[in-house]
């Protein structure tokens, strides 16, 4: 069992996904008043805001911990 992530709620969900899922439930005003980078305030798209968080680890975070808090429990 060695490589498998049994305790990772995020393991196999692609950062794409996540996104696209946040702004389905959410739509970009609201992502952006819960998560307040600019990617989501200003010209917002799932493409530019994947750029940012694959390169910015504490936006990235956030994203996840919103995506873990409204999608699992």
């Known amino acids: 069992m060695v490589g498998t992530q049994v305790n990772n709620p ?5 950062l794409e996904k996540i996104v696209t899922d946040l702004v389905e ?6 992502l952006a008043t819960r998560i307040n980078i600019n ?3 200003s010209d917002p798209s799932v493409k530019s805001s ?3 968080l694959r390169k910015t680890e504490w936006a990235r975070n ?3 911990a919103l995506y ?3 999608f699992t429990s």
Do not use: M, N, Q
């Open 10 to 14: 995020l393991h196999g969900i692609k």
């Open 25 to 30: 439930y959410y739509g970009w005003d609201e």
């Open 39 to 41: 990617c989501f305030k």
């Open 50 to 52: 994947l750029k940012f």
């Open 62 to 64: 956030k994203v996840e």
């Open 68 to 70: 873990i808090k409204t």
